[in-house]
């Protein structure tokens, strides 16, 4: 049995990438977030706990031990070197983490068609090389702006314009319709792919 194809999803903040992996789970691929990977390490890793304490202190937790995902973001996206240090604590892990799944999923007797990984700073941290094929999800600043929590000019600095990522991926949407044009998109990817 040949290996799942491994797609990345990437694009800007409040582009739709979490709805983009979510269209690919609809219609059968096996899917995992780069951003709930980090959600689970900073709960239950404690080398990256015990990391985080000693950096950040213990005003980044919570009283029941959780931490704090909005007061750790404050810090870092004020010190471009606490995000240096927090992205090099976080992404070595992640990568392992992702890779690790598709390896299991490889090894199932009845391995699913394609794997799909919503990966925010793929360009930027030159990931796109472990995917077989890279879909970019964008969307007009004002759509973007109004689903996204945190204001685009204290993130954007530092990735890549959609323009860049566009030109080096293999299949680009413009997410501002409904959810059933984001499943046909999808549809129409996955059957490019698995023909």
């Not at 699913?112 to 090389?129: K, S």
């Amino acid at each position: 049995m040949a290996r799942p194809i491994a797609v990345a999803i990437t694009g800007g903040i409040g582009a739709g990438k979490s709805e983009a992996l979510a269209a690919f789970a609809r219609h059968g691929a096996a899917v995992i977030s780069s951003d709930d990977i980090v959600h689970r390490l900073l709960e239950e890793d404690e080398p990256v706990r015990g990391a985080v304490r000693e950096r950040f202190g213990e005003a980044v937790f919570t009283e029941n031990g959780g931490v704090d995902r909005a007061a750790i973001a404050e810090i870092v996206f004020a010190d471009r070197e606490a995000l240096d240090w927090l992205e090099g604590l976080l992404h070595p892990r992640v990568v392992d983490e992702y890779l690790s799944w598709r390896e299991r999923l490889e090894e199932l007797d009845d391995p699913p068609r394609v794997t799909a990984t919503e990966v925010p700073l793929l360009y930027e941290v030159g990931g796109q090389d472990r995917f077989d094929a890279v879909v970019v999800v964008t969307a007009p600043a004002d759509v973007r702006g109004a689903r996204s929590e945190v204001a685009a000019e204290e993130r954007e600095p530092r990735l890549l314009p959609d323009s860049a990522k566009i030109a080096q991926a293999d299949f680009a949407y413009v997410n501002d319709g409904s959810r059933e044009k984001l499943d046909d998109f999808v549809q129409a990817v996955l059957r490019e792919l698995t023909r």
